[in-house]
């Protein structure tokens, strides 16, 4: 990946993030608390049309979650996904199910439904899927930033 100057948003509005699939894909999905916000923050990404490079980063007792634009444009701001978790019950989950297609959709939950959200039916596509632990992250680098909110 080459980095060009481009200014980047972090989106930091949505309640968390849900993973899911079936035999062919696997879907990185932020949850936002209403389908007004997620159609939104959807909106936002999808103009752009783009490809995204997601990463997680594992610490002992949680994990962060990264994704951001393979390509960033100068023109425009482009918009990166960032949450920490507490837990790293729902990296595992996904790690173990990890192994074919990757997309991300943006959700809304319902609060009146338990434990359950839905998805919009536009995704972007992910080339691919990173583990990797705090001392894999080089100072200064984008994932750096992304994680220390430097952008």
């Known amino acids: 990946m080459h980095e060009k100057p481009a200014p980047m ?8 993030i849900g993973y899911f699939g079936d035999e062919k ?8 608390d209403s389908q007004r916000n997620a159609e939104k923050g ?17 610490h002992e007792s949680k ?9 960033m444009d100068g023109g425009r701001i482009n918009y990166v996904l960032y949450r920490s978790f507490s837990s790293l019950g729902s990296l595992n989950k996904f790690r173990a199910m990890h192994g074919g297609r990757t997309f ?5 939950h319902d609060l009146t439904k ?16 990173e583990f ?5 992250v080089k ?12 952008l």
Do not use: C, T
């Open 9 to 16: 948003v972090r989106f930091s509005e949505f309640l968390g």
């Open 25 to 32: 894909q696997d879907v990185i999905a932020p949850i936002f």
């Open 42 to 58: 959807w909106a936002r990404v999808a103009e752009a049309r783009p490809r995204f490079h997601a990463v997680f980063v594992e």
């Open 63 to 71: 994990y962060e979650f990264i994704a951001y634009p393979l390509e």
């Open 104 to 108: 991300i959709k943006f959700g809304w």
């Open 114 to 129: 338990s434990e359950k959200f839905d998805v919009m039916a536009g995704y972007a596509i992910v080339d691919g899927v």
């Open 132 to 136: 990797i632990v705090p001392s894999d």
């Open 139 to 150: 100072p200064g680098a984008l994932v750096d930033r992304i994680r220390k909110n430097e």
